[in-house]
């Protein structure tokens, strides 16, 4: 197992072919247009998970919205996450939110410059830290995310299961020795760019690679079976069954989701999960319902750990019986625009446009 560099590595001539290449090759993207601690600090949050092509109008209305810190730290979350809608994990952006509220309040504005000291805000994990502080503040700290690993796995030759956090903080020991004294933020970047671009998961083109000469694993024609990489659990799945209900007047009920746990906050369409009579479980907890019918509508919607299989129902729903809750309101259709829903959501909605129904 590989904890150090071997002593034979032309760690100086990696450097040197990898920035090379970087700043050659860089894709044109925004937020490196700006690599101040908040712009770099958002742009690494959206891009968790996300991918980056995705990210690229997200980033550029979130900034036109929230063009420092101060503007996201006191906006209202209702604003926040309509910014933010389509991104997924939620979560992210709230953490967002009491991390930079954090440092206007209690550092003047100013994010900290210490991975100690930046690592006890909200949301901010050891890559996050790492991209901050080598990004915009030219330290020379690791930033380990799941290209750079597999990177250094071909260029080291390591084989430890990347899954386990052991194995990320190897990659951090081996990435003090590694990056570049003089300009990290690129060293980063560029194995994160190497990655995204080149030493792909599945096809590497080692061909064109820059650095090839230096890895390890492509000496010995392995290079496609690192990094190692325990299976995930296959996720649950759950039936879900959604309903369009209107009232007289064609206003739709929606309702919010808990402040907690997974969509928090968000709205949505009623819904129940795995009911052996849908109409039924319908009534009970919305009203009685008339033309109550399945429709065609059909989303599914994979989470981390499980996967939603949502059918839509629609039918008629009269005020005088609905069973509201102070979650649930009817709205006027052309206000739904202004509710953030899941994209689960905004399928199903846009299902029930497409057909006419709204």
């Known amino acids: 197992m590989v904890t150090k560099v071997e002593k034979n590595f032309k760690t100086v001539q990696f450097q040197t072919d990898l920035l090379n290449w970087y700043r050659e090759n860089k894709r044109d993207l925004p937020w490196r247009k700006q690599a101040t601690p908040y712009h770099v600090w958002v742009s690494e949050i959206m891009l968790q998970q996300t991918r980056v092509d995705t990210v690229i109008p997200y980033y550029e209305q979130f900034m036109r919205l929230f063009p420092n810190m101060e ?48 690592s006890t805000l909200k ?3 050891p890559y996050t830290a790492g991209a901050i502080l080598s990004i915009a503040y030219g330290q020379r700290e690791p930033a380990v995310d799941g290209n750079v690993m597999r990177v250094l796995s071909r260029i080291l030759h390591i084989s430890d299961d990347i899954r386990k956090a052991a194995t990320r903080k190897k990659f951090e020991e081996c990435l003090y020795e590694l990056i570049d004294p003089d300009d990290p933020g690129s060293f980063n970047q560029g194995l994160m760019e190497l990655g995204a671009l080149i030493c792909t998961p599945t096809s590497p083109s080692c061909g064109v690679c820059p650095v090839q000469s230096h890895c390890q694993a492509f000496a ?67 009203g009685e319902v008339i033309a109550f019918e399945k429709t065609a509508g059909y989303v599914k919607h994979v989470f ?39 994209v689960s959501q905004q399928k199903l909605l846009s299902y029930a446009f497409e057909e006419g129904w709204l």
Not at 101 to 117: L, W
Not at 306 to 334: C, N, T
């Open 71 to 118: 503007h996201l730290a006191y906006a209202k979350e209702e604003a926040i996450l309509k910014a933010w809608e389509g991104l997924g994990y939620y979560s992210r952006v709230r953490n967002l939110q009491v991390a930079v509220r954090e440092v206007v309040e209690q550092y003047g504005g100013v994010v900290p410059r210490t991975r100690k000291e930046i």
């Open 123 to 125: 949301g901010i994990g």
């Open 220 to 286: 010995v024609g392995i290079q496609t079976s690192l990094p190692v990489k325990t299976k995930k659990k296959k996720p649950k799945k759950v039936a879900i069954a959604s309903f369009l209900l209107q009232d007289e007047d064609g206003h739709v009920l929606i309702e919010k989701r808990p402040d907690q746990g997974l969509l928090a906050g968000l709205w949505q369409l009623p819904l129940v999960e795995s009911a052996s009579d849908v109409k039924a479980a319908c009534v009970e907890r919305y």
């Open 304 to 342: 981390t750990h499980l996967v939603w299989e949502i059918d839509l129902y629609k039918g008629m729903l009269r005020k005088q019986d609905a069973h509201m809750q102070e979650s649930h309101r009817f709205v006027p259709v052309a206000d739904l625009e202004q509710y953030t829903f899941p």
